[in-house]
Structures are given as structure tokens and as C-alpha cells.
């Protein structure tokens, strides 16, 4: 499948796009389109609810594994470009060697740069062997309720989860849908990602790291939530069902029982969604 093949890029051609950030990052290629009275056209990314959740057992761990699919519905593409240098970095306590400054692109119907925002940092992450964006979703498993106004505590240690965007599922039907919303971003590299109008990303849940440690957790109910771009570090549209970007936050609650030897789970409710956000395999 070519998801997998793209997850797995050979250093060979990674030693390219590394090579390619300061290329593409000479004057010019990235200017600023002067004055222009035209609109920019933001991202909104959404999350598909959390699925494929299942326990695997691990060097006497548990882990729950789930998979993830980013969402772009708003009217414009998510595009970001990596800075021109790279350096080692840390990224919540973790050591990176490749690291560059990540900055949003805002785009105009024609196409142009009207406006760009701090994205955080991209780098190359050594257990995809392909460069990720900081700080895209952030996990955490919850008890009592999906957040701590609805009276949930949390249960395990959660993570801020870090992604490669590719345009890789489309979201409409037909192939006039998918001409007006055509496909743009390609590969997992450190100058260009992002998620086009109308595409879909998915992390499946055997992708590495795509997992939280619940060993030991006592039978019962919980809740998996994950929100989107925790450090607000891209500008998102608003819309009329999410007038101040608050769309991001998603949950599915699942119940735990240890009947056997071993732990499982199934998902008993979810978050309110809408379309594709209820997923596109028919989990809702
Ligand atoms: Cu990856």
C-alpha cells in the first residue's frame, strides 16, 4: 500500500530532503506575495474519532493501541514549511538531532502566501524514519468523565502525539469533488507537509508509538480523548459549528475487563460527530 511505503523511506531519500530544507528555502521560493487584498483561506483540522482500539501485551506491559486520522474540513489547505536550519532539539523531554522551525503558510484562492503563523518545530523522527510536526494531537486516558469540567481525572500518562502530514485519504465522493479539491502534498518531508481541503491522514494503530501504557489499570470504564493541536500553534478558520476553533477535541469511552488472562477493551459511546468525523469505516 502506498501509506506504507511512504511511512517507510529509505534514509537514502531522506538525506535528500534534508539536504532540500536550505534548498528550499533560498530567497524567494518562499516570499511573501506583496500587498494583497485578497482573503487568506485557514486549515481546520479536525479528528476523526479514535479507533481500532485493542490491547496489546508487551515485555509485561499492556498497551492500549488505537488509530488516528487528521481531517482537514476548513477552506483552506494546512501547509507548513520547515526552516532553513537544522539543529538538535527537544520535544517534551525527548532529544531529536534533526530539528528545524516549523511555520504555517496561509493561502489565498489564487494560491498565494498571505499570512504565516509559528507552527512549533519539524523533525526528523527516527522511529518513522521520515520528518514529523511537533505537537499535533495530545492523548490522555480519563476516568469519571472525557475532560476535568465533566468530572474526569486523568489515568494515565499522556503524550502529545507528533505526525507526518500527507494528503492520503480523500474525504468527498465523486471525481468532481476531487477536482475542485485536488491532492497536494506528498511527502513526508522536513520543507513542505501539510493536509489539503477535502484529505484525510491516517496513523494507524500498528504505527509505532501510536499507544499508551494502561498496564494494570483496574476494570471499568474510561475515556480515550485526544485534541488537536494542543499548543494552538496553527491558525485554524472558524466555522458556524465551531465558532472559536473548539472543534478540535474529540473521545471515545471504552470499558476494560480482565474476564481472562488478558485485558480487553470495546468502545461504549463517543463524542457528538458529524460525517467523516464519525469515520470513514463506519465506527460510529
Ligand atoms: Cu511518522
Not at 518545530?121 to 472525557?146: C, D, L, Y
Not at 513526508?188 to 481541503?197: E, H, I, K, P, R
Not at 501504557?213 to 494552538?232: C, N, V
Request: hydrophobic share 35%; with cysteine; proline share 6%.
Amino acid at each position: 500500500m502506498a501509506r506504507t511505503i511512504r511511512r517507510l523511506v529509505p534514509i537514502a531519500v531522506l538525506s535528500i530532503s534534508a539536504a532540500a530544507v536550505a534548498y528550499a528555502n533560498a530567497p524567494g521560493s518562499a516570499a511573501l506575495g506583496g500587498p494583497s487584498t485578497a482573503s487568506p483561506l485557514y486549515p481546520n483540522v479536525i479528528e476523526e474519532l479514535p479507533d481500532h482500539l485493542q490491547i496489546q501485551n508487551d515485555h509485561q506491559r499492556e498497551w492500549l493501541r488505537f488509530s488516528t486520522t487528521h481531517i482537514n474540513l476548513g477552506p483552506g489547505n494546512l501547509q507548513i514549511r520547515g526552516g532553513g536550519q537544522v539543529a538538535s532539539c527537544d520535544i517534551d523531554g525527548v532529544h531529536y538531532e534533526q530539528c528545524t522551525v516549523a511555520t504555517q503558510e496561509i493561502l489565498d484562492s489564487t494560491g498565494t502566501i498571505v499570512e504565516t503563523h509559528p507552527a512549533g518545530v519539524a523533525f526528523f523522527h527516527p522511529e518513522h524514519n521520515h520528518w514529523h510536526q511537533s505537537a499535533v494531537a495530545a492523548f490522555k486516558i480519563m476516568r469519571g468523565g472525557p475532560t476535568p469540567a465533566q468530572g474526569g481525572t486523568e489515568v494515565a500518562a499522556g503524550f502529545k502525539t507528533t505526525f507526518c502530514f500527507v494528503d492520503v485519504e480523500f474525504t468527498g465522493l465523486t471525481g468532481s469533488a476531487k477536482k475542485a479539491m485536488p491532492r497536494t502534498y506528498f511527502e513526508c518531508n522536513g520543507d513542505l507537509q501539510g493536509l489539503a481541503v477535502g484529505w484525510a491522514d491516517e496513523y494507524h494503530q500498528s504505527t509505532p508509538l501510536q499507544e499508551l501504557d494502561i498496564t494494570g489499570l483496574a476494570p471499568g470504564d474510561y475515556y480515550l480523548t485526544e485534541l488537536a493541536d494542543p499548543e494552538q500553534h496553527w491558525k485554524e478558520a472558524a466555522t458556524t459549528k465551531a465558532p472559536a476553533e473548539n472543534d478540535n477535541f474529540v473521545w471515545v469511552k471504552f470499558r476494560l475487563t480482565r474476564d481472562s488472562s488478558n485485558a480487553k477493551v470495546i468502545v461504549i459511546d463517543h463524542s457528538p460527530c458529524t460525517g467523516v468525523q464519525c469515520g470513514f469505516g463506519g465506527n460510529a
